[in-house]
């Protein structure tokens, strides 16, 4: 399975080329930067999905890296750019644990679209509530998960704020995202560009694009374990996700508990 650019990527994984059989996972993980970058995601995270199937592989790097990469794929931010209100998912049981491991085929490296477009065909509601329901531009959302949480939390707006300013800044159109083609063996174009979009800035450059409006207060949110259900970083992290969403109704509380 071939990962490829999609339209509006926002943060944390890639995912491959949709065909016929499933959506993506992805959660809206994105990684706020300083001047060392760090950040929350690797995937596994969200892992992604497959209308295809998309890998574990994270869009955006994790752990420190002491070199802020050079971006010229990048489009600047204007001025008058306003982050969409946080788009709200609905809380549903109608997902058994077979179910939902069924749909993890849908995700990750280990899947296969055979197994995926099978698991949607044995479980039309779940697969709906997966693959439907609870993705916003093509990625499990982590701000309606945390919404669910905590209704109301400015963390919400954050994590959706986030996304959306990287999918406007680091366009797929624009961004390589082959891994290797970034500015280190390990990152592509676009993982440069999520970087640099994030930088909390230096004292030999200044922030980047996305840091005040949204990032400041993402990396702050991706870091309460209150919400640390609603980023994902391996398939298993997708299967909780899933048990909150699609199986206890939108309640995140007891997700690791089978039933």
Do not use: H
Request: charged share 20%; hydrophobic share 35%; with cysteine.
């Amino acid at each position: 399975m071939t990962c490829e650019r999609t339209s509006r990527r926002a943060v944390c994984f890639r995912m491959a080329k949709p065909t016929s059989s499933a959506l993506l996972l992805a959660i809206l993980a994105g990684c706020a930067s300083s001047e060392s970058p760090s950040g929350p995601m690797d995937a596994g995270s969200d892992s992604a999905s497959k209308d295809s199937g998309a890998d574990v592989l994270s869009d955006t790097p994790s752990g420190p890296d002491t070199r802020l990469p050079p971006v010229i794929c990048n489009n600047p931010l204007p001025s008058d750019f306003v982050c969409e209100p946080t788009r709200d998912a609905p809380g549903k049981s109608v997902c058994t644990d077979a179910a939902i491991d069924a749909m993890l085929a849908c995700f990750g490296t280990t899947g296969s679209d055979a197994a995926c477009a099978k698991a949607q065909a044995d479980f039309p509601a779940c697969a709906q509530c997966a693959m439907k329901d609870w993705l916003v531009d093509n990625r499990l959302s982590a701000a309606a998960c945390v919404s669910k949480i905590d209704p109301g939390a400015a963390c919400a707006r954050a994590v959706q704020c986030n996304t959306d300013c990287l999918a406007f800044v680091c366009s797929d159109k624009k961004c390589d995202s082959t891994p290797g083609s970034g500015s280190v063996a390990s990152r592509s174009e676009l993982q440069d560009c999520y970087v640099s979009a994030q930088f909390a800035g230096s004292s030999v450059k200044g922030k980047g694009a996305c840091y005040d409006l949204a990032s400041k207060d993402y990396a702050a949110c991706a870091a309460d374990s209150k919400y640390a259900v609603c980023f994902l970083r391996t398939i298993d992290d997708a299967r909780f996700f899933l048990r909150g969403a699609c199986r206890d109704g939108g309640d995140f509380s007891n997700v690791s508990v089978a039933k």
